[in-house]
């Protein structure tokens, strides 16, 4: 069975930077399509980046990776902003199977 665990998330200033990771165990990482997702408190959750794509309010701020020897995708979030406070989740999807993890807490505040 597919698991995807995110780790990392915690309070940070303004500007300040946090690195989160999500492991995948039960399947061959590489196979998986994988991103990462956000929802702050009264929103929907929407897309934060995928290999492919970023959202327009993260970009030149985040950046995604992978490190396949370690199954693990990873987000860099420098820069941040108190709009940026949200719990963020970790997506994985193959063919017509799709994975959420339980998400970290990530809050931006002074």
């Known amino acids: 069975q597919v698991q995807l665990v995110e780790s990392g998330g915690g309070l940070v200033q303004p500007g300040g930077s946090l690195r989160l990771s999500c492991v995948l165990s039960g399947s061959i990482f590489s196979r998986y399509a994988m991103g990462w997702y956000r929802q702050a408190p009264g929103k929907q959750r929407e897309l934060v980046a995928t290999?492919?794509n970023y959202a327009d309010s993260v970009k030149g701020r985040f950046t995604i990776s992978r490190d396949t020897a370690k199954n693990t995708v990873y987000l860099q979030m420098n820069s941040l902003k108190p709009e940026d406070t949200a719990v963020y989740y970790c997506?994985?999807?193959?063919?017509?199977?799709?994975?959420w993890g339980r998400g970290t807490q990530v809050t931006v505040s002074s």
């Open positions: 997506y994985a999807r193959y063919a017509d199977e799709s994975y």
């Open positions: 290999y492919a």
